[in-house]
């Protein structure tokens, strides 16, 4: 008995849930602030507390909105091949806004917990890229609609660059072009954490014997390419994408990511060439004052991020009656990663392949449509390409894996009639 009622209760989770939610936040809201307001009045409310406060507030306003938004698509999850991303996107306000505020009140800390915000940056890009891309192929043959149109030409200042081939080529770069961004972002990440254990890293020093220019720069040229390839495509398929209103979408997505860090890199500049001053009553250095000046800017800017993450994310146009998903297998396929573990792979494998193509002095795209780039590395079997581009069987899209390849079935040959004279084969 006891039993059922457990599974009774589990079946209708969608009605607990959210009422759960709220009272968990708000238990944790008065056992904590409390907390820390009498830690700060036992030692003494500076002004330092004062920026705690103050960008604590902005945060406790910016989580309970994303993880309210995160609540309805797992509630509502009747389009995976979409959801998933934007659970991910959405994820994006509650690690940015507790990373700056854990920044904020244990700066000298910072660059672990920078190191978690950095890496997300790379992984909201690859899924905002795969949400566009999933939601075309759900709608059409991609490539094959691109070839269609007319030539997309480049933006200044890249306009003196060679046409993307519309098709295959075209969205080839652009994919790749973002997921770059999602292999270099954790690398320098990575050489950033090395750097600063070594006392190399210089961060917010612009000298030619630390790494943090070096990296800056690295970054920076990486998050270019990425954004102007993103660009690239929503200018291809503006069209296409108008019912989903990609606009705000690409708005949020541009002005947290790539705003928020270029954000830093002029903060650093400003506090670095004395444009910026820490106050002399305290003992803050430069790196200090930047730090602390970019986590506050940040859990201000989330709190306005969340708001609008909540109009251009919403859940409502996947909100169907009698919806039977079950909350664990909704929770559980935000967190399942094969998908980013197949791309980054594919792309590392792609780009040594080009490169070895270049070497030799063949051309990049010289594979028919519908093959891929690991068709010549297994035995060739006769098939056809799966219908709808990034899509297997496990409700995946990929693409032109050799999965995909693998899984039809084979064409029946062509028969071949013998004529009665059997030195003579009518084919």
């Known amino acids: 008995m006891l039993l059922d009622g457990c599974l009774n209760c589990l079946s209708k989770w969608r009605l607990w849930i959210r009422p759960l939610f709220i009272f968990l936040y708000a238990l944790a809201a008065l056992v904590f602030v409390p907390l820390f307001l009498i830690k700060s009045l ?26 309210w938004e995160i609540i309805l698509h797992v509630i509502h999850y009747t389009q995976p091949k979409l959801q998933k991303h934007i659970i991910r996107i959405l994820w994006m306000v509650p690690i940015y806004a507790g990373n700056a505020w854990l920044g904020l009140t244990y700066p000298k800390n910072s660059i672990y917990v920078d190191c978690a915000r950095e890496c997300y940056e790379a992984y909201v890009i690859y899924n905002f890229m795969k949400f566009l891309l999933n939601y075309l192929n759900m709608e059409m043959d991609l490539e094959v609609s691109l070839e269609l149109k007319p030539q997309v030409k480049h933006i200044f200042p890249l306009c003196c660059l060679p046409d993307w081939e519309m098709g295959r080529e075209f969205v ?25 254990v070594n006392n190399v890293y210089g961060e917010g020093e612009f000298r030619g014997d630390v790494a943090f220019p070096y990296l800056v720069a690295v970054n920076n040229l990486s998050q270019f390419i990425a954004m102007y390839c993103l660009v690239m495509f929503y200018k291809a398929s503006v069209a296409e994408l108008r019912p989903m209103k990609p606009l705000p979408k690409f708005l949020c997505i541009k002005a947290v990511v790539f705003f928020s860090f270029f954000q830093g890199v002029l903060i650093d500049i400003l506090v670095y060439s004395g444009a910026i001053l820490p106050n002399s009553s305290t003992n803050d250095d430069g790196l200090s004052i930047s ?72 051309s990049m795209y010289t594979l028919a449509r519908g093959e891929d780039e690991y068709s010549n590395l297994v035995p060739k079997a006769s098939s056809v390409p799966s219908s709808g581009l990034y899509q297997n069987d496990n409700d995946e899209f990929s693409y032109g894996s050799i999965e995909n390849i693998s899984k039809t079935e084979p064409t029946t040959p062509a028969p071949v009639h013998r004529s009665s004279d059997k030195r003579f084969v009518n084919l």
């Open 291 to 362: 730090t602390r000046l970019q986590n506050f800017i940040i859990c201000i800017e989330m709190c306005m991020a969340a708001i609008a993450h909540h109009y251009s994310f919403s859940y409502q146009p996947y909100a169907r009656s009698g919806s039977t998903q079950s909350c664990c297998a909704a929770f559980l396929a935000m967190w399942d990663v094969s998908d980013v573990q197949r791309d980054i792979q594919e792309h590392l494998g792609i780009v040594g392949s080009s490169i070895s193509r270049r070497i030799r002095g063949r």
């Open 172 to 196: 080839h770069i652009c994919k790749h072009g973002i997921l770059q961004y999602t292999v270099i972002r954790p690398l320098t990440t990575a050489i950033a954490f090395i750097c600063k």
């Open 42 to 67: 036992e030692n003494g409310f500076n002004s330092r507390d004062q920026e705690i406060v103050i960008a604590g507030i902005f945060v406790l306003v910016a989580i309970p909105i994303s993880l």
